[in-house]
C-alpha cells in the first residue's frame, strides 16, 4: 500500500503493523488495511491485489453480527480498506483457539509435543482431525519477529494478564469461536481455528482488531470435510495456510538464514482469488472491487472526509 504514512488532522502516532497502519486520532484508532501479505511472522516482498478491501470488510461484517457477545473497539469504516475505533489498552496476548489438529498445533504434534500452551493431547491424533472440544493456546504478542506459545497459567503467573481478566478472556473467547462456527456451518464451512485480540476501553474488555478474517482464521469446506478427512487426503480450504504450504514446500518457514521465494504474478492472482472467494463464501455477499489506480489517494480522501464530520 502507500509507502509513506498519511498524515492525518490531530494525528498523535503511528504503528506500521505486518498488514496494518494504524493511526492514533486524538482519543480515537484508525486501522488502514493493506494489501501486504504476512507468513511466518515475515512480510512478503509482493502485494495482494484487493486483499486488504476483503480483510477490512470481512472483519467489520464479524465484528456487527458479534456485538451482543463482547462490545469492539469499531465506530465506522470510512473507507473500504479503513477502520476507525475507540483506542483501547491492548492485553500484551493474542487469543488463540483451535477448534482441529491443524497448521502450527499439528506441526507440534507431529514432532512429537504432546503438551502445548499447558493443553495435554492424547497420542494417536492425525492431521486436521477434530479435536474432542476447542482449545485455547494463546501467545505472546511480538513486537518484531515470532509470537510465541504460552500457556493460561503462565499469563496469569507472570503477570501479563491478571486471572480475573484472563478467565473473562478465555469465556468470551469460546463464545465468540461457537458463534463463528455456527455462522460458518450456515455457509457450509468448517471454521478450523482463529487468534482474537482483546484489550480495555473504560475498564471494560474490548475486541479489538480483525475477527473471523483468512488471515486470523481457516475454513474447511463443510460436505467433503468427512471424506477427505476418511482418506487421508488434503482439505479443500479457504485461508492463506496454502500460503504458509506454499513457502514450506519452496524452503521457507521465516526461519534464520532462509531467503523467501520468488513470487510469481500467477500466484499472486491466485492467492488475490482465494481471498475474494473467501469473502463471498463466509459473508453470503457479492464483492464489489473498488478502483486499485488510484487506492492511496481514495482512503485518504474518504478519510479525511469522515473526520472532519466526526
Same mark, same amino acid.
Given at each position: 500500500?502507500?509507502?509513506?504514512?498519511?498524515?492525518?488532522?490531530?494525528?498523535?502516532?503511528?504503528?506500521?503493523?505486518?498488514?496494518?497502519?494504524?493511526?492514533?486520532?486524538?482519543?480515537?484508532?484508525?486501522?488502514?488495511?493493506?494489501?501486504?501479505?504476512?507468513?511466518?511472522?515475515?512480510?512478503?516482498?509482493?502485494?495482494?491485489? !484487493?486483499?486488504? @478491501?476483503?480483510?477490512?470488510?470481512?472483519?467489520?461484517?464479524?465484528?456487527?453480527?458479534?456485538?451482543?457477545?463482547?462490545?469492539?473497539?469499531?465506530?465506522?469504516?470510512?473507507?473500504?480498506?479503513?477502520?476507525?475505533?475507540?483506542?483501547?489498552?491492548?492485553?500484551?496476548?493474542?487469543?488463540?483457539?483451535?477448534?482441529?489438529?491443524?497448521?502450527?498445533?499439528?506441526?507440534? !504434534?507431529?514432532?512429537?509435543?504432546?503438551?502445548?500452551?499447558?493443553?495435554?493431547?492424547?497420542?494417536?491424533?492425525?492431521?486436521?482431525?477434530?479435536?474432542?472440544?476447542?482449545?485455547?493456546?494463546?501467545?505472546?504478542?511480538?513486537? +518484531?519477529?515470532?509470537?510465541?506459545?504460552?500457556?493460561?497459567?503462565?499469563?496469569? +503467573? @507472570?503477570?501479563?494478564?491478571?486471572?480475573?481478566?484472563?478467565?473473562?478472556?478465555?469465556?468470551?473467547?469460546?463464545?465468540?469461536? @461457537?458463534?463463528?462456527?455456527?455462522?460458518?456451518?450456515?455457509?457450509?464451512?468448517?471454521?478450523?481455528?482463529?487468534?482474537?485480540?482483546?484489550?480495555?476501553?473504560?475498564?471494560?474488555?474490548?475486541?479489538?482488531?480483525?475477527?473471523?478474517?483468512?488471515?486470523?482464521?481457516?475454513?474447511? !469446506?463443510?460436505?467433503?470435510?468427512?471424506?477427505?478427512?476418511?482418506?487421508?487426503?488434503?482439505?479443500?480450504?479457504?485461508?492463506?495456510?496454502?500460503?504458509?504450504?506454499?513457502?514450506?514446500?519452496?524452503?521457507?518457514?521465516?526461519?534464520?538464514?532462509?531467503?523467501?521465494?520468488?513470487?510469481?504474478?500467477?500466484?499472486?492472482?491466485?492467492?488475490?482469488?482465494?481471498?475474494?472467494?473467501?469473502?463471498?463464501?463466509?459473508?453470503?455477499?457479492?464483492?464489489?472491487?473498488?478502483? @486499485?489506480?488510484?487506492?492511496?489517494?481514495?482512503?485518504?480522501?474518504?478519510?479525511?472526509?469522515?473526520?472532519?464530520?466526526?
Amino acid at each position: 500500500m502507500n509507502p509513506t504514512p498519511y498524515q492525518f488532522p490531530n494525528q498523535t502516532s503511528f504503528y506500521k503493523g505486518k498488514v496494518r497502519d494504524v493511526y492514533g486520532i486524538g482519543e480515537r484508532l484508525l486501522m488502514i488495511t493493506s494489501d501486504r501479505i504476512s507468513a511466518f511472522d515475515v512480510v512478503l516482498p509482493k502485494l495482494i491485489p !484487493y486483499k486488504g @478491501q476483503v480483510l477490512n470488510q470481512i472483519a467489520s461484517y464479524f465484528l456487527q453480527k458479534t456485538a451482543d457477545i463482547v462490545p469492539n473497539w469499531l465506530l465506522a469504516t470510512p473507507d473500504p480498506n479503513a477502520a476507525f475505533g475507540l483506542k483501547c489498552e491492548p492485553f500484551a496476548i493474542e487469543m488463540v483457539i483451535r477448534g482441529y489438529l491443524v497448521g502450527h498445533l499439528w506441526r507440534e !504434534y507431529k514432532a512429537g509435543k504432546r503438551v502445548v500452551c499447558g493443553v495435554v493431547l492424547p497420542d494417536g491424533l492425525v492431521e486436521n482431525q477434530q479435536l474432542p472440544a476447542p482449545i485455547i493456546t494463546p501467545t505472546t504478542k511480538a513486537s +518484531e519477529g515470532h509470537d510465541e506459545d504460552i500457556s493460561v497459567a503462565s499469563i496469569i +503467573e @507472570q503477570g501479563i494478564v491478571a486471572k480475573e481478566h484472563m478467565d473473562k478472556l478465555c469465556a468470551i473467547t469460546q463464545r465468540l469461536f @461457537q458463534r463463528g462456527q455456527e455462522m460458518a456451518a450456515d455457509k457450509n464451512l468448517i471454521l478450523v481455528d482463529t487468534k482474537y485480540e482483546f484489550g480495555l476501553y473504560d475498564g471494560k474488555i474490548m475486541l479489538m482488531d480483525e475477527i473471523h478474517t483468512p488471515d486470523s482464521s481457516r475454513y474447511f !469446506y463443510k460436505e467433503p470435510y468427512a471424506e477427505l478427512f476418511a482418506n487421508g487426503e488434503a482439505q479443500k480450504q479457504l485461508s492463506k495456510e496454502f500460503v504458509r504450504e506454499w513457502l514450506i514446500a519452496n524452503g521457507f518457514q521465516g526461519k534464520e538464514g532462509q531467503s523467501i521465494p520468488p513470487i510469481t504474478d500467477e500466484f499472486v492472482q491466485q492467492i488475490s482469488d482465494r481471498y475474494i472467494l473467501l469473502y463471498e463464501e463466509i459473508t453470503g455477499l457479492t464483492f464489489h472491487k473498488e478502483p @486499485q489506480e488510484d487506492i492511496y489517494n481514495r482512503i485518504f480522501n474518504n478519510t479525511i472526509q469522515y473526520l472532519q464530520h466526526v
